[in-house]
C-alpha cells in the first residue's frame, strides 16, 4: 500500500502543480479568517475580551491559518461529480478503493499550501509584539497529532456527505451546511472563548471544535494535561467514527449504485 501512495502522490503532485492558480484562488477563502482577527483585535483594543489581548488575537488566528490549510478537503465535490456523471465507474474496475485516489491528491496538495501560507504566518507572528506561544518539542509533537486528528474528522465526514449524491441529486447543500458549522461552531467567526459556558461544554463533546480550535488552543497553550489528552481521544473517537461511517455507508452505496458506464 505504501509504494501504492508513492505513485499516488507523484501523479497527485504533478496534476496540482497545473492547477497553482487554483489552489492559490482556493486559499483565499482563508480571508475570512484575516477579516474576524482584524475584527478582534479592533474589539480588544480596549481590553482584554475573555483572556485575548490583540497579540492572542494574532497568535490564534494566524496558527488557525495553518491548520486550516493543512485540513483542507474537498473530496465531497468531486465524488458528487464523479457520482454524478459516470466518472466513478471505471474506477470502480480498479485494484484499490476510490477514495485513496482523493486522500493522496488531498495530501499532495497541502504541500503548495504551505509554500505559500507558511512564510506569511512566520512573518506576521514574529513581526507582531507580545505573541505567546508553547514551542516546545512536546507541544509541537501534539499539535501535530492534533492536526492529523483534525484532519480524519474533516475528510471522511466530507467523504460521508459526498456519498449521500447515490441517493440525492445535488449534495451541494449539504456541503454548505457542513462549511456552516464548521465555521461557527469550529472556532473560525470567534475563539469557541468567546462562546457561553454550556455552549463550549456541549462543543467538548461535538466534533467541530476539533476540526480546528482544539489544535489552534494547543499551541497557544489554553488547553493542557488532562484536558489535553482528553481533547485528543475525543478527537480521535470522532475521526473513527467518521471512518467506520463511511466504510458502512459505502457498502450500502454500492448495492444499489447505477449510473452512466455502471
Not at 494566524?62 to 465535490?77: D, K, N
Not at 485513496?100 to 514574529?126: C, F, Q, S, T, Y
Not at 461557527?184 to 476540526?211: E, H, S, T
Request: glycine share 8%; hydrophobic share 60%; net charge positive.
Amino acid at each position: 500500500m505504501a509504494r501504492k501512495y508513492l505513485a499516488l502522490l507523484r501523479v497527485s503532485w504533478s496534476l496540482m502543480m497545473e492547477y497553482r492558480a487554483e489552489i492559490f484562488m482556493w486559499m483565499l477563502t482563508s480571508l475570512l479568517m484575516i477579516i474576524m482577527m482584524v475584527v478582534w483585535i479592533g474589539i480588544s483594543k480596549g481590553g482584554p475580551v475573555n483572556g485575548f489581548s490583540p497579540p492572542d488575537f494574532v497568535a490564534y488566528y494566524m496558527v488557525g491559518m495553518i491548520v486550516r490549510q493543512l485540513t483542507a478537503v474537498w473530496a465531497s465535490w468531486e465524488l458528487d461529480f464523479k457520482i454524478r456523471e459516470g466518472q466513478l465507474s471505471p474506477l470502480l474496475l480498479r485494484p484499490i478503493h476510490p477514495i485513496h485516489n482523493d486522500i493522496a491528491a488531498n495530501w499532495g496538495e497541502k504541500a503548495i499550501r504551505m509554500v505559500i501560507a507558511l512564510p506569511i504566518v512566520v512573518a506576521v507572528l514574529v513581526l507582531t509584539p507580545g505573541v505567546r506561544l508553547d514551542l516546545s518539542p512536546g507541544t509541537i509533537a501534539l499539535f501535530l497529532l492534533s492536526i492529523g486528528g483534525a484532519w480524519m474528522i474533516m475528510f471522511f465526514l466530507d467523504y460521508l456527505v459526498g456519498i449521500l449524491a447515490f441517493w440525492v441529486s445535488q449534495v451541494s447543500a449539504f456541503i454548505l451546511l457542513m462549511e456552516g458549522f464548521r465555521v461557527v461552531l469550529g472556532g473560525i467567526l470567534a475563539p469557541l472563548q468567546m462562546f457561553p459556558d454550556w455552549a463550549q461544554q456541549a462543543l467538548n463533546w461535538l466534533p467541530f471544535r476539533y476540526m480546528l480550535s482544539f489544535s489552534i488552543e494547543i499551541l497557544t497553550g489554553r488547553v493542557q494535561g488532562d484536558r489535553l489528552w482528553f481533547g485528543l481521544a475525543v478527537q480521535f473517537a470522532w475521526g473513527i467514527f467518521m471512518i467506520l461511517a463511511v466504510r458502512l455507508l459505502w457498502a450500502r452505496a454500492m448495492r444499489s449504485y447505477s449510473a452512466v458506464g455502471a
